[in-house]
């Protein structure tokens, strides 16, 4: 059975830091492009960044980039989202997804997490 589980969300005051963290099972983590995407209450889906299977390279929407970072470890099949200065806008569900492709078409993913709530708020 594939299995995505997000954790580390939580309340944080702006300004703050969370690490999210998703542990993958029940497919070849190693060989699947990783994405966070994150959804709002009330909007659609955001595509948040990107982390190749092979070469590690990452991407990033243009509302994260410079305060979050992604990584992945590939011996504790865990993909990772190091959250930093975050801000009110920030708050959602955090999603992870698997496949090499990345952005806000649900469908495209081969595999999705259930979500870790993040609120910014003071």
């Known amino acids: 059975e594939v299995q995505l589980v997000e954790s580390g969300g939580g309340l944080v005051q702006p300004g703050g830091s969370l690490r999210l963290s998703c542990a993958a099972s029940g497919f070849t983590f190693s060989s699947y492009g990783m994405s966070w995407v994150r959804q709002a209450p009330g909007k659609g889906l955001e595509w948040v960044s990107y982390i190749h299977s092979g070469s590690g390279s990452t991407s990033y929407a243009d509302s994260v980039k410079g305060r979050f970072t992604i990584s992945r470890d590939n011996a504790k099949n865990t993909v990772y989202l190091q959250m930093n200065s975050l801000k009110p806008e920030d708050t959602a569900v955090y999603y992870c997804?698997?496949?090499?492709?990345?952005?806000?078409?649900?469908?495209?993913?081969?595999?999705w997490g259930q979500g870790t709530q993040v609120t910014v708020s003071s």
């Open positions: 997804a698997a496949g090499s492709y990345f952005g806000v078409s649900a469908g495209r993913y081969d595999y």
